[in-house]
């Protein structure tokens, strides 16, 4: 075991401390890996607030995490010494069944292992995520993040990035598609910068049209604001895809009713009050409404080389371990352009 430092959160109510945990020994399919950047995603305030549920303290959280190998177990072949890579939402998962079999980690059937909260099956401890100095990985889990990407801005991709991706990539979003991303945060700003890249075109549906400039600097064609009630008649049948990053409830009907015919709406934002939704808003055009989880370990992969290709970064800010619990405050205010990032040299 090695001790590293991080930062936990103590009980559910404090501010996040400076700590020091354990991580397990280099076993033969393990990586280690010295953690260069991890973002911070709103589910880590969630988390750590006990919001999803009871858990165990003190708790590390961080699941968007980029560092570089240090040392790596005797059967390891993915990865070496030196290596630049990432570690997304989750660890480990059965690995035999259907899902995990075709790629589909994150619906493991025994439920995938979660970076932070999780139970590790190495050794049976919690796992315990990102915001820290190094980590201990299975080669499997681990992705190579591609030599073109900035270091200091990739790490976002790991958890918001492939949160868009792979539901743009599931339900086709391309050239001949119009796509709206509901939201424009950590989430809605990653969907913009990669549906475009895809060929989509994309728009933008805000609260407000103070974000408007970044929207289409991101590849947006238009932004529009849903407080004005006017945006969902002149954008009614309009969108083959909806993807709604926003975590409040939020009137389902109204949004389903841009969709054309056939159309999907995808939630990835999750409210904790139940959406109602109206059956007439779905049926009488085919429309679907649908959910999704993060993305596969093979697709994570494919998200970080399309990325590298197409030039995509996350916008962030970077900020030191003793900046996070302000962070939480900036992020709950939904006061960030648009992820923050924690440097792990300010661990030490
Ligand atoms: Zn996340
Ligand atoms: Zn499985």
Redesign the pocket.
């Known amino acids: 075991m090695r001790t590293v430092n991080a930062v936990a959160a103590p009980s559910a109510t404090e501010p996040l401390i400076r700590t020091t945990i354990e991580r397990r020994d280099v076993g033969p399919k393990d990586v280690l890996i010295d953690i260069a950047y991890s973002g911070v995603c709103h589910s880590d305030i969630h988390t750590v607030r006990g919001e999803w549920g009871e858990i165990q303290y003190p708790q590390v959280v961080g699941h968007e995490i980029v560092g570089t190998v240090s040392e790596i177990g005797s059967e390891v072949t993915k990865h070496k010494v030196g290596d630049r890579v990432g570690v997304g939402c989750m660890v480990n998962?059965?690995?035999?069944?259907e899902?995990?079999v075709r790629g589909d980690?994150q619906y493991?059937?025994?439920g995938n292992i979660q970076t932070y909260g999780g139970v590790d099956p190495a050794d049976g401890t919690i796992t315990q995520g990102g915001y820290s100095q190094a980590v201990v990985v299975t080669e499997d889990f681990v992705l190579r993040v591609p030599e073109s990407l900035d270091f200091e801005k990739v790490a976002p991709l790991l958890c918001a990035g492939i949160t868009l991706y792979s539901p743009l990539h599931h339900w086709k979003a391309g050239p001949d598609t119009k796509v709206a991303i509901v939201g424009l945060g950590g989430l809605g700003h990653m969907g913009v910068k990669i549906a475009a890249a895809l060929g989509a075109e994309v728009t933008v549906l805000s609260q407000t049209t103070s974000k408007k400039v970044d929207s289409l600097r991101f590849g947006a064609k238009a932004h529009y604001a849903t407080k004005e009630p006017e945006t969902f008649t002149e954008l009614a049948n309009s969108f083959d895809l909806i993807i709604n990053t926003v975590s409040a409830k939020v009137d389902m009907g109204a949004y389903l009713g841009l969709l054309k015919v056939d159309g999907t709406l995808v939630n990835v934002g999750a409210p904790s009050e139940p959406l109602g939704v109206p059956a007439f808003a779905l049926i009488p055009g085919r429309r679907s409404w649908a959910g999704s989880m993060i993305g596969g370990i093979r697709e994570t992969q494919e998200m970080l080389d399309f990325c590298a290709e197409h030039g995509i970064h996350p916008e962030t800010e970077l900020i030191g371990a003793d900046g996070i619990n302000d962070a939480y405050e900036r992020v709950l205010n939904s006061d960030v352009r648009y992820r923050f990032v924690i440097d792990a040299a300010t661990f030490a």
Do not use: A, D
Request: charged letters at 25%; a negative charge.
């Open positions: 998962s059965c690995g035999e069944c899902y995990c980690e493991c059937s025994k």
